[in-house]
Every structure is written in structure tokens, then in C-alpha cells.
């Protein structure tokens, strides 16, 4: 009986780190959130969420897979690093119009850093998750 408890908490255990690496990834922050590192967390999400948030202001570009170019491809893996908030983009065509404006560069590659800063916070949520790294 203790053994299949025991069983049962290794489970719960080992698939902890991949829900904070997933949750980390869509929504940024939450993988710190989850483990109760509030601050850390917190200012994980307020600038991530600010830093996507000025990059459409600037009229940054949103990529889409579908291209071939080798540049827009990587632009497009770091959009993608954004989880749910390039979702959001995609889905309200944010970030979908011609650049016109000189500050369109400046916000493409404000929301390409957040993406890729959200991949960075994911990955440290799930080193925390998994012990590899202490606070």
C-alpha cells in the first residue's frame, strides 16, 4: 500500500516539470506562478507582456510559417516563443500589415525578444520544476 503511493507521488512528481515548462511557454510567467515564485513570476509576465504590447504599438510585424525565406523563418520561431499571445495576434490579425514606418523594425524585433525571453523564463521554470537549479 505505501509503495503504490509512493508510486503515485513519483508520478505526479515527474510530470510537474513538463506542465510548468508548457504553462511557461503559453502563458509567460506561469511557470514561476506555479511554483509560487510570485515576484520573479510577476515581473517575468509584466515584461514580457510589455515588450509584445510596445512592439504591436510600433506596428512591429507578426510572421507566419508559411514563408521560405531563412530570416522570416527564425523571426517566425521567435514570435512563436510567445505562446498565447501570438495566438491572440493571429487570430485579430495584430502585426499582419505592410511596414510603412521606420518603428515597425524597433516593434518586430521587440515582440521577436519577448518571444525568445518567454522560451528563456520557460526553461528556467522547469529547472526550478525539476531541481537542476535553486532559486
Not at 527564425?74 to 495566438?87: M, Q, R, T, V
Not at 510603412?100 to 520544476?129: E, P, R
Amino acid at each position: 500500500m505505501a509503495t503504490d503511493v509512493t508510486a503515485q507521488t513519483r508520478t505526479a512528481q515527474s510530470s510537474f516539470p513538463a506542465m510548468v515548462l508548457i504553462a511557461g511557454w503559453l502563458v509567460p510567467g506561469a511557470g514561476h506562478l506555479m511554483q509560487r515564485k510570485w515576484i520573479r513570476g510577476g515581473l517575468i509576465m509584466v515584461s514580457i507582456l510589455s515588450m509584445f504590447t510596445i512592439g504591436l504599438a510600433l506596428k512591429g510585424k507578426i510572421y507566419s510559417p508559411n514563408t521560405g525565406d531563412l530570416l522570416d523563418i527564425l523571426n517566425f520561431a521567435g514570435d512563436l516563443g510567445n505562446g498565447l499571445l501570438y495566438l491572440l495576434a493571429r487570430a485579430f490579425d495584430l502585426g499582419q500589415a505592410a511596414v510603412q514606418v521606420a518603428t515597425a523594425d524597433y516593434g518586430t524585433k521587440f515582440i521577436v525578444v519577448a518571444g525568445l525571453l518567454n522560451i528563456i523564463s520557460a526553461v528556467d521554470a522547469h529547472s526550478l520544476a525539476t531541481g537542476r537549479k535553486r532559486s
